[in-house]
């Protein structure tokens, strides 16, 4: 999805990413040592962790490949409630290596 500037508030791609720190949002990410260039990112809600404490049993774990703007696969990990709904946990933009 195309988010314009006007919408961003002229931050930059970064730095809107960035931003999920404010949203109470817990997020890694990793980057490449020699061009600083980030090449993998985790984030996940600080409410959800709840809900995987409550439901862990059942993972579902599913990445697409190449469907976004820089083709990095996108990991996304769905947890399964015991009244059988689902939620999302966790994404991942990774780097292929």
Known sequence: ???SEHI??????????MLL???NYIHWSWCNE???VVTDLFWTHADVVKLVNAFNIVFLMD???KTNKYRLPLLQIVGVTSMRLTF???FALLATK
């Not at 961003?8 to 970064?14: C, E, I, N, S």
């Open 1 to 3: 999805m195309y988010i």
């Open 8 to 17: 961003r508030g002229g931050k930059t791609k970064m730095q809107q990413l």
């Open 21 to 23: 720190e404010h949203d």
């Open 34 to 36: 020699s061009t600083e």
């Open 63 to 65: 990445k697409t490949y």
């Open 88 to 90: 999302s946990f966790a």
